[in-house]
């Protein structure tokens, strides 16, 4: 079956310590997507990529990074300088960026920092 | 900046019909898409609209009029399982970037009761 993983389901982390969030999709879709939610709000776009070797920053980039080495993995890394890391992470993708209306989501990583 | 409207939340009956509206403000508006998110799961895909008008899927339509800058998701014959959140989501331009992305609004939490 296709679709999206994200690992792991619940994360926690001291603050102060970068931490790195998987996704990995197998629908051979070119486009990916990071969003953050927090309680009783919408999604945030962190950063996105319509191709290997390609993204750009979002809505709320600071103090996350991305890389985009293959087509199925865009993993997120989570810095010590995000000052509000504490929130329910989750990876989307879609056919390409003129798809960006129709994103699939992975289950999502709940992030957890003290 | 966009700005997205939807009631927080909203109780139905089962069986019975449900309007979730959405008012957006935004510049460079391509669309409206809806997400149905179950606590704590991965939102899914339900409808977008790009054209005034109203889209009918199975027991969900969605309808937009963009003149007034206003959308709504209809579900009909209301079931137990639609107890989840809404989202509607403008397509929009980012500028900078050239491509189309989604603004999540804060979601409508709709609670179905027999």
């Known amino acids: 079956d296709g679709g999206i993983t994200q690992s792991p389901k619940y994360l926690f982390r001291k603050e102060g310590q970068n931490v790195t969030l998987s996704c990995e999709q197998n629908?051979?879709?070119?486009?990916m997507y990071w969003y953050r939610q927090d309680p009783g709000q919408g999604l945030r776009l962190i950063y996105y990529s319509q191709i290997v070797n390609d993204f750009q920053k979002g809505d709320i980039a600071e103090g996350y990074s991305v890389s985009r080495e293959k087509k199925e993995s865009f993993p997120l890394t989570v810095t010590s300088a995000q000052k509000n890391p504490t929130a329910f992470y989750l990876c989307a993708s879609s056919i390409d960026l003129g798809k960006s209306h129709e994103q699939y989501f992975g289950p999502g990583t709940r992030l957890t920092v003290t | 900046g966009q700005s997205l409207e939807q009631p927080s939340e909203v109780t139905a009956v089962e069986g019975a019909i449900v309007q979730i509206n959405c008012t957006y403000q935004t510049s460079g508006f391509y669309g409206l898409s809806w997400y149905q998110q179950h606590d704590g799961g991965a939102p899914t895909f339900l409808s977008y609209n790009a054209l005034d008008g109203l889209e009918e899927t199975g027991r969900f339509s969605s309808f937009l009029s963009r003149s007034d800058s206003y959308g709504y998701l209809l579900l009909q014959e209301l079931q137990m399982k639609d107890s989840a959140s809404y989202f509607c989501a403008v397509r929009v331009l980012y500028s900078g970037a050239g491509s189309y992305q989604l603004t999540f609004g804060k979601g409508t939490k709709l609670s179905v009761i027999p």
């Open positions: 629908l051979n879709h070119d486009a």
